[in-house]
């Protein structure tokens, strides 16, 4: 007999943690175990492989495209409509948790499992994914998978990116095995939904159990090289040096001003999150930094203020202290808004489990954000405890906040799969 499916808290957490043992490392400086999956390493290899089987094993048809799009496709009663897709990404930044990305792909999983427990097929197909290189900390482009997925950034681009190593996407997918063959642009899903954590404290500090995600700010990331004179430190007079690290500081300094001065919106926010001096050294002057820019802006207009004001900046820093500075784009996104009605089937669904919501704007970039340029998209997002901390090993859902999100995304993926 057919029963409501439902999801299972304790299977859904025992495979997060499962995942979460593939990459562990121990973070000397917490005592925590933290994971580390960067994107087309072994790890992350070993990561795909145990999810691969884990798809297998549900009996869903797995295929894998050209840039190592993962697809796993449940029939449906009427198996030639558009599926219903639901995803996420399992690689990690090195220094990452457990949940960031997985709970959207092994989520997308229980949700199959308790459809079979409940001897439930849908009418449309369903597809649970995960995309290459959501976080973009190797390559330096985020989104990789999906965004050539969704016809945004070329497959032979994506393959000529390369690692501080030199190592190219194209050759670390073969050599993780997970270089496939099906073609990368993707067929429009009939919709797209994706449970994901927060990564900050709004939901957690306003006991919120459920995220209704309205859309995700616009997102740009510049590489900046500058080229000083190396010198010694001790001997060279300060009105003699053109120190690569000084305008490195200055440039930094420029985007904490620019994000709290209110001239972008109240809600820029900027910054450099690498800095890599070259040679490196506590007596040298560098001669070379690079150093990475992240602008995140929920206005389209503001943001291209910011980029414009940022990069004449560079300019000034550049004839101010005799370096030169090269940049480049390394990644740029506008905003997106989500599926409105999905929103509202979002909150209603919710809100008949008990669950209480707020709607919210995504700081972080995910998937969903390039496939709702294909099709009908939307988020759910669950509270993270210590303020939602995120790419750090403390990163932590319980497994009630983990279950109350898919049980949110079984409850839609059901309405709008099984809709006439
Ligand atoms: C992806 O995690 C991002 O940087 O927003
Ligand atoms: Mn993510
Ligand atoms: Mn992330």
């Given amino acids: 007999m057919n029963r409501t499916p439902v999801v299972s808290a304790l299977r859904l957490y025992e495979s997060i943690e499962a995942l979460g043992r593939i990459g562990r490392y121990l973070d000397e400086a917490s005592g925590l175990y933290g994971v580390n999956r960067l994107a087309l390493t072994a790890q992350d290899g070993e990561g795909r492989r145990h999810v691969v089987a884990k798809m297998k094993s549900l009996g869903l048809a797995v295929t894998v495209d050209r840039i190592g799009n993962v697809y796993a496709r449940r029939k449906g009663r009427e198996d030639t409509l558009a599926p219903v897709m639901?995803?996420?990404?399992?690689?990690?930044?090195?220094?990452?948790?457990?949940?960031?990305?997985?709970?959207?792909v092994l989520g997308a999983l229980e949700v199959m499992q308790a459809l079979d427990d409940a001897q439930h097929v849908t009418r449309r197909p369903l597809v649970a994914a995960f995309f290459t290189d959501e976080e973009g900390s190797r390559f330096g482009s985020d989104m990789l998978g999906s965004s050539v997925a969704t016809a945004r950034i070329p497959l032979q681009t994506a393959y000529a990116l390369r690692d501080r190593?030199?190592?190219?996407?194209?050759?670390?997918?073969?050599?993780?095995?997970?270089l496939g063959e099906t073609a990368e642009q993707l067929a429009p899903p009939f919709a797209y939904l994706e449970c994901h954590i927060e990564q900050g404290p709004m939901l957690r500090r306003e006991h919120i159990d459920i995220g209704v995600v309205t859309g995700v700010q616009s997102i740009s990331w510049h590489e900046v090289t500058i080229l000083g004179r190396s010198a010694h430190a001790g001997t060279t007079p300060m009105e003699l040096r053109a120190?690569?690290?000084?305008?490195?500081?200055?440039?930094?300094?420029?985007?904490?001003?620019?994000?709290?001065?209110?001239?972008?919106?109240?809600?820029?926010?900027?910054?450099?999150?690498?800095?890599?001096?070259?040679?490196?050294?506590?007596n040298i002057v560098p001669g070379q930094m690079t150093v990475t820019v992240d602008l995140r802006n929920p206005s389209d207009v503001q943001m291209r203020r910011a980029e414009a004001d940022i990069i004449a900046f560079y300019e000034t820093v550049a004839a101010e202290e005799g370096v030169q500075i090269r940049w480049r784009q390394t990644a740029r996104t506008s905003c997106v808004p989500f599926d409105a009605a999905f929103q509202d089937q979002i909150e209603a669904a919710a809100q008949r489990r008990g669950l209480s919501t707020r709607r919210i704007v995504s700081g972080a970039g995910h998937d969903a954000q390039e496939l709702a340029h294909l099709t009908r998209a939307a988020m759910i997002f669950v509270p993270g405890e210590y303020d939602g901390i995120s790419h750090n090993p403390r990163e932590l859902s319980t497994p009630e906040q983990c279950a109350n999100g898919v049980q949110v995304l079984l409850d839609v993926l059901l309405e709008i799969a099984d809709a006439e």
Avoid at 86 to 104: E, Y
Avoid at 261 to 270: F, K, M, T, V
């Fill in 86 to 104: 639901m995803g996420s990404h399992i690689d990690s930044v090195p220094t990452a948790g457990k949940f960031d990305g997985c709970l959207g």
């Fill in 165 to 178: 190593a030199g190592l190219s996407v194209q050759a670390e997918l073969e050599a993780i095995g997970f």
């Fill in 243 to 282: 120190d690569a690290s000084v305008a490195a500081s200055r440039i930094n300094l420029r985007l904490r001003q620019m994000a709290l001065s209110g001239h972008y919106g109240e809600q820029l926010r900027a910054t450099m999150g690498a800095m890599v001096p070259v040679p490196g050294l506590v």
